[in-house]
T-cell receptor, first 114, second 114 residues
């Protein structure tokens, strides 16, 4: 069965430091991959998505993610974190090339130290 | 452009009582989703509509949950009777429908069953 693993439940970084959130998926073929962010009490906002082509994708708010087929990974990165980036981040996969059923990881909560 | 609108935002009910959530998707979006997000977890799909047809309700607990999308626009998700384990955030989302299009989430309806 398809699954998404986010190994880190909670990460704390200092403001201005770089960030990498890990995501691994389990799926036979190349799925559609997504990163969403959820601020407290809010819905989910799409940061970026990968369907095909260039394996390094750029998203909103200065985020990027790199798809590595050999590692079944889709890690999210940001070179310099801002205090407003504190939120929960979800990696998701859409098996079968369709967004009909997004399968989410359990999320990684990001805290930012001043 | 208005986003996905959900109501109520918060609801506290006693177990065995009924509850209903309403969702108004983004205008023109044919596909509507209901997801459930338990505390500390990622969202899980309950049901997906294409216009007024439920095309994927395999994860909907049909003994107590029901949903409808009359006229292919607004949707209602009902739980009757509610159980303690139903405490969660119920997220509605919509998309234009074609594969590859972004799914937009509402802010969610927070349910607490006591």
């Amino acid at each position: 069965a398809q699954s998404v693993t986010q190994p880190d439940i909670h990460i704390t970084v200092s403001e201005g430091a770089s960030l990498e959130l890990r995501c691994n998926y389990s799926y036979g073929a190349t799925p559609y991959l997504f990163w969403y962010v959820q601020s407290p009490g809010q819905g989910l906002q799409l940061l970026l998505k990968y369907f095909s082509g260039d394996t390094l994708v750029q998203g909103i708010k200065g985020f990027e993610a790199e798809f590595k087929r050999s590692q079944s990974s889709f890690n999210l990165r940001k070179p310099s974190v801002h205090w407003s980036d504190a939120a929960e981040y979800f990696c998701a996969v859409a098996p079968g090339g369709s967004q009909g059923n997004l399968i989410f990881g359990k999320g990684t909560k990001l805290s930012v130290k001043p | 452009e208005a986003g996905v609108v959900q109501s109520p935002r918060y609801k506290i009910i006693e177990k065995k009582q009924p509850v209903a959530f309403w969702c108004n998707p983004i205008s023109g979006h044919n596909t509507l989703y209901w997801y459930r997000q338990n505390l500390g977890q990622g969202p899980e799909l309950l049901i997906r509509y294409e216009n007024e047809e439920a095309v994927d309700d395999s994860q909907l607990p049909k003994d107590r949950f029901s949903a409808e999308r009359l006229k292919g626009v607004d949707s209602t998700l009902k739980i009757q009777p509610a159980e303690l384990g139903d405490s969660a955030v119920y997220l509605c989302a919509s998309s234009p429908g074609q594969s590859g299009n972004t799914i937009y989430f509402g802010e969610g309806s927070w349910l607490t069953v006591v």
